[in-house]
Antibody, heavy 119, light 105 residues
């Protein structure tokens, strides 16, 4: 059974960089139909797609966040990562890593990790 | 960007009743690539429906999706106690956007 697990700091200071890693287990990260993505959810609010990456390294980002976001993949470790720079309180959210199967949308999710932006 | 508007915001029903949730897109969704997710408190969303009408693996057949173009519907045939939570629609035909959610209470 495929499992995804987010890891990283739960507290980030304003203007600094948020960094998270997602570790994939129980399946391949290099399948040709799979993208790997990040989605966030501010407390009590809805879902926002941040960006996705293909195992080859091709990335797709939400236009509203594109200038601050970077997603990378490490095939050898079966991990992909998120960096969001110049964070503000508005970036406080639960961050989920997901598998995006072509044609199927987001079929596997990590449990989510709360990242709070505060000094 | 395709904007998805879900209605109603809150739906009040009883166990055993039928629920109909609506999702309207601001423009036609390519290939009817609309998904529905269920999110229970403190949990990650769970994929229910993809491609507007196909049930994801392990999803009970009381959940069904329909629609095309700009109008999509999630129907829950006979409500079970665990169905009373929040539902989101999402389009993945042109980038990715989510609706604001419908709370089923």
């Amino acid at each position: 059974q495929l499992q995804l697990q987010e890891s990283g700091p739960g507290l980030v200071k304003p203007s600094e960089t948020l960094s998270l890693t997602c570790t994939v287990s129980g399946g391949s990260i290099s399948g040709s139909s799979y993208y790997w993505g990040w989605i966030r959810q501010p407390p009590g609010k809805g879902l926002e797609w941040i960006g996705s990456i293909y195992y080859s390294g091709t990335t797709y980002y939400n236009a509203s966040l594109k200038s601050r976001v970077s997603i990378a993949v490490d095939m050898s470790k079966k991990q992909f990562s998120l960096k969001l720079n110049s964070v503000t309180a508005a970036d406080t959210a639960v961050y989920y890593c997901t598998r995006d199967q072509s044609g199927y949308s987001f079929d596997y999710w990590g449990q989510g990790t709360l990242v709070t932006v505060s000094s | 960007e395709i904007v998805l508007t879900q209605s109603p915001g809150t739906l009040s029903l009883s166990p055993g009743e039928r629920a109909t949730l609506s999702c309207r897109a601001s423009q036609s969704v390519n290939r009817n690539y609309v998904a529905w997710f269920q999110q229970s408190p403190g949990q990650a969303p769970r994929l229910l429906i993809y491609g507007a009408s196909s049930r994801a693996t392990g999803i009970p057949d009381r959940f069904s999706g329909s629609g095309s173009g700009t109008d999509f519907t999630l129907t829950i045939g006979r409500l079970e106690p665990e169905d009373f939570t929040v539902y989101y629609c999402q389009q993945y035909g042109n980038s990715y956007t989510f609706g604001q959610g419908t709370k089923l209470e």
